[in-house]
């Protein structure tokens, strides 16, 4: 079983900036994705961003010019800057993999609050 674990969530005003981090852990033999979703009060759970183990990354296009997703194949773990935070930012980001442990798996963490005030 592959687990899970965001951190780094927290309150900031508009127009700051916070950083992201979650870690993979458990039986893995290869990641081929990682990637960031969000959910806000009331709405259903979006895409942000992700990358490939080659280092292809995506993003949302409300997110384009402000996140930056990175990843650390040999810790298993994925990052999400998050840079120019607007008041519509805020929702609970969820970390997500995709890979080979003793099965093809895909995982979601726990979540992390992200909340930016006006």
């Known amino acids: 079983q592959v687990q899970l674990v965001e951190s780094g969530g927290g309150l900031v005003q508009a127009g700051g900036s916070l950083r992201l981090s979650c870690a993979a852990s458990g039986i893995i033999f290869s990641i081929n994705v990682m990637g960031w979703y969000r959910q806000a009060p009331g709405k259903q759970r979006e895409f942000v961003a992700r990358i490939t183990s080659g280092g292809t990354t995506n993003y949302a296009d409300s997110v384009k010019g402000r996140f930056t997703i990175s990843g650390d194949n040999a810790k298993n773990t994925v990052y999400l800057q998050m840079n120019t935070l607007k008041p519509e930012d805020t929702a609970v980001y969820y970390c997500?993999?995709?890979?080979?442990?003793?099965?093809?798996?895909?995982?979601w963490g726990q979540g992390t609050q992200v909340t930016v005030s006006s």
């Open positions: 997500n993999a995709d890979g080979l442990s003793t099965k093809w798996f895909n995982s």
